[in-house]
């Protein structure tokens, strides 16, 4: 397909478009590169920088206070003092001399004294030539820092006696530690210069600053900027300030220059880098961006001029597209009755579940059932409902159940609407039912009858009443289940009672007649005393078993051993009993440290393996059994209680004669839903059955 005049310019202003957004984000991410690469570099050069300006200045201080401090001197003011009143003195002079001469033993290269007629009174060794660069350090002109070939500091001060001026002392001190770190800046780079740098007193816009670079040292004298617009770092740093600025230095080369101030020296120092060197490796890689960008940018306009031909022949199909949108706006409308009728399904799912408790009785479960599922129906007017259950029926409100008539020789159904409605005759000619099944039982069904056969509609209702019927199967079961268990707890109760009245209370009974015998025997003292003793012996007798009887009962309500000792004591304690009292093999097995499993779960596991090993020994007459508690050891999030035996095990006799819906099995299971837990049952191939317990550790608020 050929493109129009239009198309062509479409492509064209695209096509420059991205090239133009290309361009920019490349520019972007080159100079966001460069101000990344200055901003650590700067940090660098900072660091170096304020390190070796803190060295000058507690150097620089310390060499002035040293010489101000010979002013200070006692035996030197008192010499000065006497050859001032005498200069003829030689006793004065040769005791100042020696004084001096001792000071190039403490640090100092060279040191005069001159008297108030500034005559020189001693000197000691040699002061730097005046032809050296000078830095000078305050505006008097008393203290200098001077280069020769290393840093000499020369410092001048006035020495007073009783307020008098007597005379001044000169002095130079060797400064090595400075010369050394001045020198040392080749690991910042080749292009790497060190200033030092004090204003001259006599032209304050210009500086004396003493350079290094990278082969040499420098003295010159450079002009502060006078453009306000854009203050060097040079002046920034005679305002008081540090940092890192990028600028042109005096060379007018561009440089990441790191800038600071010794204001008590009256010096700034610079260290900079040449912008050149800093951006090498990037400019080296520059020419390979620019081709892959150039690559990049005419692959891009080869694709733009591809879309957009797909574009104009995606025209032609959006006009198709419009007219199958439309089609499937039917449809979606279609689908969103669907989705309604699903939403209405899973509120009837919620409502029924939600009904579901235990106190509600059977009837009236159904009739709610029936009364959200006939509002869930899609055509409920057309529909009927109806739950049959243990012979009883249940029918729709909006139905008479007296007359629903089923014919005998066709599924065509007659309902009547009942009086309070429109009367009137509703052939129903079909239906779709789902059993319910209690205790592997049929028990009944639910039903949906329609007057009018609509297999879509069929499909989802099926659905519905079949997970209805699933829940009230389970609510029927776990309601049978309670009453069960209300059952079993009322008989225990009454066969404890009946124990205690039966044996324990004739026991006690017994005791007490023969401790009423002993007390009249014992107050005759005619009757012999090996009587006596006899009857004492019985009653002993009858009371260890009457604790004996007492302890048997006490461990059917509640294993001491369990809550005393763990439950692995426990089941221990539970196999030895049985391998004891029933003359089998009884064996235990577990990897269960000293984790602390909460008193519900250990006794459900205990329970679980009290029933199962009964079962075993009771229906499968099983000669070895195995009780196994382990726990997941990679992860220990899962606990599985495992109860083998060689018995019989079961058979299809079993499954008919409801085997696995006895009440031990059904509580097994209660106890596993309970705890969240699974509980399996599985035959095996040898002989005997397997009992599988799993449950979680974790059991929340269950624990």
Not at 284 to 294: A, E, G, M, N, S
Request: overall charge negative; some cysteine; proline content about 2%.
């Amino acid at each position: 397909m050929f493109l129009t005049k239009d198309d062509r310019k479409i492509s064209i202003i695209g096509a420059l478009l991205l090239l133009g957004l290309t361009l920019t984000t490349g520019i972007t991410v080159y100079n966001a590169m460069r101000q990344q690469i200055e901003t650590v570099l700067g940090r660098g050069l900072t660091g170096a920088l304020e390190g070796k300006a803190l060295l000058f200045e507690t150097r620089i201080e310390k060499g002035i206070e040293d010489t101000r401090a010979l002013s200070l001197r006692p035996f030197i003011v008192q010499f000065m003092v006497e050859l001032n009143e005498n200069i003829e003195n030689e006793t004065a002079r040769n005791n100042l001399t020696r004084n001096v001469n001792s000071l190039t033993q403490i640090g100092f290269s060279a040191v005069v004294i001159y008297d108030r007629n500034n005559n020189v009174l001693s000197q000691v060794g040699t002061f730097s030539s005046y032809e050296n660069p000078v830095i000078p350090l305050d505006a008097e002109g008393n203290v200098k820092l001077i280069w020769d070939n290393s840093f000499v500091l020369q410092t001048t001060v006035d020495v007073f006696n009783q307020g008098h001026k007597i005379g001044r002392i000169s002095s130079e001190m060797k400064l090595p530690n400075l010369t050394r770190s001045f020198m040392e800046i080749k690991s910042a780079g080749s292009s790497a210069e060190l200033l030092i740098c004090a204003k001259l007193p006599q032209n304050y816009r210009t500086l004396a600053c003493l350079i290094r670079d990278s082969s040499t040292v420098r003295f010159t004298h450079i002009s502060t900027n006078i453009d306000r617009d854009h203050i060097s770092p040079k002046e920034m740093a005679l305002s008081g300030k540090s940092g890192v600025a990028s600028a042109l230095d005096y060379r007018n080369v561009p440089v990441i220059e790191a800038f600071t101030s010794l204001p008590t020296l009256g010096l700034l120092m610079t260290l900079k880098l040449n912008q050149e060197e800093l951006f090498l490796p990037v400019n080296d890689k520059l020419k390979d961006i620019i081709l892959y960008l150039v690559a990049m940018i005419s692959a891009e306009i080869l694709l733009l001029n591809w879309f957009i031909r797909k574009l104009i022949n995606s025209e032609k199909a959006a006009r198709q597209a419009k007219i199958k949108a439309e089609e499937y706006s039917t449809e979606l409308t279609k689908k969103e009755k669907e989705l309604r009728e699903r939403l209405k399904e899973m509120t009837c799912l919620y409502e029924i579940r939600r009904t579901m408790e235990l106190e509600v009785s059977i009837d009236g479960v159904c009739q709610k059932i029936l009364k959200y599922l006939n509002a869930a129906l899609q055509s409920p007017d057309t529909s009927a409902s109806e739950i049959v259950i243990n012979d009883k029926r249940y029918v729709s409100e909006d139905h008479d159940k007296k007359r629903l008539i089923e014919a005998d020789s066709s599924n065509i159904i007659e309902i009547f609407k009942p009086a309070r409605q429109s009367e009137r005759r509703a052939i129903f000619n079909a239906f779709i039912q789902s059993d319910i099944f209690i205790d592997h039982e049929n028990k009944g069904y639910i039903r949906i009858y329609y007057e009018r056969d609509v297999p879509d509609s069929r499909v989802e209702e099926q659905k519905l009443i079949d997970a209805i019927a699933s829940d009230l199967e389970s609510w029927i079961e776990f309601r049978k289940l309670e009453e069960a268990l209300v059952s079993v707890a009322e008989g225990q109760v009454h066969k404890i009672g009946q124990e205690l009245h039966d044996n324990i209370g004739q026991q006690i009974a017994a005791v007490a007649f023969q401790a009423g015998a002993l007390e009249l025997q014992a107050s005759d003292t005619q009757v012999p005393r090996a009587q006596l003793t006899e009857l004492a012996a019985s009653i002993v007798e009858q009371t260890q078993s009457l604790v004996i009887n007492i302890k048997q009962l006490s461990k059917v309500l509640l294993p001491f051993e369990l809550e005393a000792n763990g439950l692995v004591t426990a089941l221990e304690t539970l196999a030895t009993g049985v391998s004891a009292t029933y003359n089998v093999e009884c064996r235990f097995e577990s990897n269960l440290g000293e984790e602390d499993l909460g008193s519900v779960i250990a006794l459900n596991l205990y329970r679980v393996a009290q029933e199962a090993v009964n079962n075993a020994m009771t229906h499968g007459k099983a000669e070895h059994i195995l009780i196994s508690l382990m726990v997941n050891e990679a992860e220990k999030k899962l606990i599985h209680l495992m109860i083998r035996d060689d018995g019989h095990g079961f058979d299809e006799s079993h499954i008919k004669n409801n085997f696995f819906s006895g009440m031990g099995i059904k509580i097994m299971h209660y106890r596993a839903k309970q705890l969240n837990g699974k509980l399996t049952i599985l035959k095996r191939n040898e002989s005997g059955i397997e009992v599988h317990f799993v449950v979680p550790l974790d059991q929340g608020e269950n624990a």
